[in-house]
């Protein structure tokens, strides 16, 4: 027990000193379909930038499932209803779409986490950028801001 202790500790000490500019941030989703984050803030002093999608409900991918994809908020409604046809194998998203930021996988009950990790250089400080959940539906509450400094 104390040797596994010891290891975690060592490992928060090690992310907390790669992290130490805020180059990342942490979303959790639910089983209510919505994120628990409204905003985040994305520091262009980070070279590369990390969002770690976290899903605390129960619920599987299928019924349930959440993803967290970045564009400019111009983009996003079309990216969604894009994305709706795709269906569950290809997690409503057609990847290859050029104005998609960046995207996590889709994940649902029992995933407990997912992260994407993208060049903050495809972002401009001041724009309009917006993150949303691509799961049918989801987008009408599943949303927030993505402020770029
Ligand atoms: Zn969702």
Redesign the pocket.
């Given at each position: 027990m104390f040797a596994k202790a010891v290891a975690v500790s060592l490992l928060t000490l090690a992310s907390a000193s790669v992290f130490a500019a805020e180059c990342s941030v942490t979303v959790d989703?639910t089983d209510q379909?919505s994120y628990t984050s409204k905003e985040f803030t994305v520091d262009k002093s980070c070279k590369e930038f990390t969002v770690k999608l976290t899903h605390s409900g129960n619920l599987p991918k299928n019924v349930m499932?959440?993803n967290l994809v970045i564009s400019k908020t111009a983009d996003m409604q079309a990216i969604a209803t894009e994305g709706m046809s795709q269906g569950l194998d290809k997690d409503y998203l057609k990847a290859d779409n050029a104005a998609i930021i960046a995207h996590t996988k889709m994940i649902g009950a029992p995933e407990k986490e997912t992260e994407v990790k993208f060049d903050t250089s495809k972002l401009e400080a001041g724009g309009d950028y917006s993150f949303f959940?691509t799961?049918p539906g989801?987008i009408s509450m599943?949303k927030g801001k993505v402020v770029v400094k």
């Open positions: 989703s379909m499932g959440h959940c799961f989801h599943m």
